[in-house]
């Protein structure tokens, strides 16, 4: 008469009988879940940084005709902001203020004092209070607006990790030096999964100072109410005197994604290939802990349990082990990694663990679990019952 199952406790005492492979399972799910959670959670942050998410409004970026893949190339005449209000109807207006922000952007050497001789590129952004409004996804969370005149600027909330400087660093009251001055430090900002979140902001007129560009300006961004992209796209086209060219936000930061594509990639593969890794020594751990076991297996065939049966209770012993593993893996990716900032060209973004990475890395534990029992197990099941009886 063959049984058909081994009981449910005989797969969860095992996990006591050797704590060194107990240990080696859990800490190789452990592992391949923050390499999943890493490589996936990299990814995700960069592609919601450089996808740019809605915000409330859908804006139009204008700037100079051949810098839709760098804005910090463009050069467009400061007079093009009143240019665009008065020829673009359907704007959005509130409280008498129209939401077209004349914006410079540049790259500039930044040190963090006098002493300081480490060149750090940053991301600098010159706006007037309008910008605020045209980009709702940014908020000032501590302090205040810089003021212009007094040399005064705000930094975003990954902008340390984009300068190689602690966050500390660039608390409200500190100084940050470049165009051979310091710049008070007077608020911070907070933009989640933009490129402006790694940025520091400041009054416009003081960055045309700087840059002597007073005649001149990177883009305008308007907020479209009733008025469509064909109504800024015409406005553009008919200015040839200023030759500009019109872009949706949105398209200009999917663009940057794309370039971004490769090396996305390249970090998928290669965190696969890790992965791959420690699949294989958990198979390899596996292989050794159930070759030591090949006269238990045997004397189950022996008391009537069907092959099925012992590989389901030996995969149950192994997903007890990785389950464990999984969970603590996933603990401390959100412990760990949640939120890291990386530095890369284009400023800095945070590694993001949402839902779909963390089912991710949860699959990647249990599918350990899995594959690491099931090929060992059917290998030891394959010598007869005499056989595996005889074995030490």
Same mark, same amino acid.
């Not at 797969?11 to 080696?24: D, H, I, Q, W």
């Given at each position: 008469?063959? *049984?058909?199952?081994?009981?449910?406790?005989?797969?969860?005492?095992?996990?006591?009988?050797?704590?060194?492979?107990?240990?080696?399972?859990? =800490?190789?799910?452990?592992?391949?879940?923050?390499?999943?959670?890493?490589?996936?959670?990299?990814?995700?942050?960069?592609?919601?940084?450089?996808?740019?998410?809605?915000?409330?409004?859908?804006?139009?970026?204008?700037? @100079?005709?051949?810098?839709?893949?760098?804005?910090?190339?463009?050069?467009?005449?400061?007079?093009?902001?009143?240019?665009?209000?008065? @020829?673009?109807?359907?704007?959005?207006?509130?409280?008498?203020?129209?939401?077209?922000?004349?914006?410079?952007?540049?790259?500039?050497? &930044?040190?963090?004092?006098?002493?300081?001789?480490?060149?750090?590129?940053?991301?600098?952004?010159?706006?007037?209070?309008?910008?605020?409004?045209?980009?709702?996804? =940014?908020?000032?969370?501590?302090?205040?607006?810089?003021?212009?005149?007094?040399?005064?600027?705000?930094?975003?909330?990954?902008?340390?990790?984009?300068?190689?400087?602690?966050?500390?660093?660039?608390?409200?009251?500190?100084?940050?030096?470049?165009?051979?001055?310091?710049?008070?430090?007077?608020?911070?900002?907070?933009?989640?999964?933009? &490129?402006?979140?790694?940025?520091?902001?400041?009054?416009?007129?003081? %960055?045309?100072?700087?840059?002597?560009?007073?005649?001149?300006?990177?883009?305008? &961004? &308007?907020?479209?109410?009733?008025?469509?992209? @064909?109504?800024?796209?015409?406005?553009?086209?008919?200015? %040839?005197?200023?030759?500009?060219?019109?872009?949706?936000?949105?398209?200009?930061?999917?663009?940057?994604?794309?370039?971004?594509?490769?090396?996305?990639?390249?970090?998928?593969?290669?965190?696969? %290939?890790?992965?791959?890794?420690?699949?294989? /020594?958990?198979?390899?751990?596996?292989?050794?802990?159930?070759?030591?076991?090949?006269?238990?297996?045997?004397?189950?065939? @022996?008391?009537?349990?069907?092959?099925?049966?012992?590989?389901?209770?030996?995969?149950?012993?192994?997903?007890?082990?990785?389950?464990? /593993?999984?969970?603590?893996?996933?603990? %401390?990716?959100? *412990?760990?990694?949640?939120?890291?900032?990386?530095?890369?060209?284009?400023?800095?973004?945070?590694?993001? *663990?949402?839902?779909?990475?963390?089912?991710?890395?949860?699959?990647? /534990?249990?599918?350990?679990?899995?594959?690491?029992?099931?090929?060992?197990?059917?290998?030891?099941?394959?010598?007869?019952?005499?056989?595996? *009886?005889?074995?030490?």
């Amino acid at each position: 008469m063959k *049984l058909r199952q081994l009981p449910f406790e005989y797969a969860y005492r095992n996990l006591g009988r050797s704590r060194v492979r107990m240990l080696a399972s859990v =800490v190789g799910a452990t592992l391949v879940v923050l390499l999943v959670l890493s490589a996936a959670g990299f990814v995700r942050g960069m592609q919601l940084t450089l996808t740019q998410g809605k915000g409330l409004h859908e804006n139009v970026i204008i700037m @100079s005709t051949g810098s839709e893949e760098a804005l910090e190339r463009s050069q467009i005449d400061a007079s093009t902001t009143g240019q665009a209000i008065a @020829s673009i109807p359907g704007l959005v207006e509130r409280g008498g203020v129209v939401y077209a922000s004349p914006e410079i952007n540049i790259a500039l050497p &930044v040190n963090a004092d006098a002493s300081d001789t480490t060149p750090r590129q940053a991301v600098i952004r010159g706006v007037r209070p309008v910008a605020f409004l045209v980009h709702s996804e =940014v908020e000032i969370v501590e302090g205040r607006q810089p003021r212009a005149g007094q040399d005064e600027i705000i930094v975003g909330s990954l902008a340390a990790t984009r300068l190689g400087l602690p966050d500390e660093r660039l608390a409200v009251g500190s100084t940050l030096r470049f165009d051979n001055r310091d710049w008070a430090i007077v608020g911070r900002f907070r933009a989640p999964n933009t &490129v402006m979140d790694a940025e520091i902001w400041m009054p416009i007129i003081d %960055l045309q100072i700087a840059t002597k560009r007073e005649a001149t300006i990177s883009a305008v &961004v &308007v907020s479209l109410d009733t008025a469509r992209f @064909s109504d800024v796209d015409i406005f553009a086209k008919s200015r %040839l005197d200023l030759e500009i060219t019109a872009m949706r936000e949105a398209d200009y930061y999917a663009s940057i994604a794309a370039f971004y594509r490769p090396i996305r990639i390249m970090v998928i593969v290669t965190a696969s %290939l890790i992965a791959l890794g420690g699949l294989l /020594g958990g198979l390899n751990t596996m292989y050794a802990s159930f070759a030591a076991r090949v006269r238990e297996i045997g004397t189950l065939q @022996s008391l009537g349990y069907t092959r099925a049966a012992i590989v389901t209770s030996l995969s149950e012993e192994s997903l007890f082990a990785a389950a464990i /593993g999984t969970i603590i893996g996933a603990i %401390l990716g959100l *412990l760990l990694l949640d939120g890291l900032a990386v530095k890369f060209s284009m400023g800095a973004f945070a590694l993001t *663990l949402d839902a779909p990475v963390m089912l991710a890395g949860i699959a990647g /534990g249990v599918l350990v679990g899995l594959v690491g029992a099931v090929p060992p197990a059917i290998r030891c099941l394959r010598l007869p019952i005499p056989q595996a *009886l005889k074995m030490h």
